[in-house]
């Protein structure tokens, strides 16, 4: 099967969005919706915020922990909140438990997915690290930076290499990840963790134009309707 060329790929991409309602117009009525708060009632409500989600046992499923972090995010929590050490923001947390219900509501309210921690880490990067392959394709679809660097030269695709994290990995080199990053050890991918059983075929790289994105979305279509239908429940109570 040939090749999707990159219009027909980012077609693909924003009529996906439009579907479940992740599209810029979409966004934008769901965030009319939040109310306006000054900066400091923002950072205040957006520090319980973080709070409740970096909670061992905060649990998505749970109705009522989950609509109290919904009714944070109505209520004007700032959703950049960042701890006063290493700068841990709620966003970040999501990518490192997996949370995913919690994901797509901070990214409709207006997340920064390129967000990063002191240390330059990327949702990507933590998403990658924990091999959680559903939110990584979200991020992907949401033209997330796959390449971005953490401040030892690290990208998403090392944080997979090294955690051996197959899913991850294979999604985020069919994304486009660049093969040739160097990390501040002067290592590509191929020299980290040596011993995964992470490759790239070769034929794959052969066929395929690596800087042109084709990431198959099929994975993440069950988990977008479920949180499309959420979504509607959410807006129906306010």
């Known amino acids: 099967m040939d090749s999707k060329n990159i219009l027909e790929i980012e077609q693909e991409r924003l009529e996906l969005l439009k579907k479940y309602k992740l599209d810029e117009e979409s966004n934008l009525e769901f965030r009319s919706t939040i109310k306006k708060v000054s900066e400091e009632e923002a950072d205040k409500l957006g520090k319980k915020l973080y709070n409740i989600i970096n909670k061992k046992d905060y649990n998505e499923q749970d109705d009522t922990q989950f609509d109290e972090v919904v009714n944070l995010v109505f209520d004007g929590a700032n959703l950049e909140y960042k701890t006063s050490q290493k700068k841990i923001f709620p966003l970040l947390v999501c990518c490192r438990k997996g949370y995913i219900k919690t994901f797509i509501l901070l990214v ?48 998403a695709l090392f944080s997979a290499k090294i955690h051996n994290s197959k899913e991850a990995f294979q999604a985020l080199v069919q994304a486009g990840s660049y093969l040739g990053n160097r990390n501040s050890l002067n290592q590509t991918i191929f020299d980290v963790n040596p011993s995964s059983s992470l490759t790239i075929d070769s034929k794959f790289i052969a066929d395929k134009n690596l800087s042109v994105p084709s990431v198959s979305f099929q994975d993440t279509q069950d988990l977008l309707e479920e949180a499309s239908q959420k979504m509607k429940q959410i807006l129906q109570k306010k």
């Open 108 to 155: 409709r309210a207006g997340a920064n997915v390129n967000q990063v921690n002191d240390y330059g880490t990327t949702c990507c990067m933590a998403a990658a690290r924990h091999n959680y392959v559903r939110i990584l394709n979200l991020l992907i679809l949401l033209r997330a930076d796959i390449n971005a660097r953490c401040s030892d030269g690290d990208t």
